[in-house]
Nanobody, 126 residues
Framework: QVQLVESGGGLVQAGGSLRLSCAAS????????MGWFRQAPGKEREFVAG????????LYTDSVKGRFTISRDNAKNTVFLQMNSLKPEDTAVYYC???????????????????WGQGTQVTVSS
């Protein structure tokens, strides 16, 4: 049974940092891109960042470029999201996800991802 478990969320002041982790179990995902999405109250889920299966290619939504960094450790089946210079508008539930197709460029749409974690809350106070 595939399971993705996010951790590292919490409450932080504006300008602060958090590091999210997503540990996958049930199978290995070294051949698949992985991504982070977020959903704020009353808003649709949006793509935040993604990383290719090799880790050599990344993709970010414009609002987090220069502040967030995605990385992965295939040996540990884990993906990370380092979030710096956090803003109140970054407040959301953050989800990690695994691409449904191996060995391709990072997809940016949620329907292109097959497995999802349960989410971790990130709250940024002003």
């Amino acid at each position: 049974q595939v399971q993705l478990v996010e951790s590292g969320g919490g409450l932080v002041q504006a300008g602060g940092s958090l590091r999210l982790s997503c540990a996958a179990s049930g199978r290995t995902f070294g051949s698949y891109a992985m991504g982070w999405f977020r959903q704020a109250p009353g808003k649709e889920r949006e793509f935040v960042a993604g990383i290719s299966w090799s880790g050599r290619s990344t993709l970010y939504t414009d609002s987090v470029k220069g502040r967030f960094t995605i990385s992965r450790d295939n040996a540990k089946n884990t993906v990370f999201l380092q979030m710096n210079s956090l803003k109140p508008e970054d407040t959301a539930v953050y989800y990690c996800a695994v691409d449904r197709t191996p060995y391709r460029a990072v997809p940016g749409q949620d329907y292109e991802y097959e497995y999802w974690g349960q989410g971790t809350q990130v709250t940024v106070s002003s």
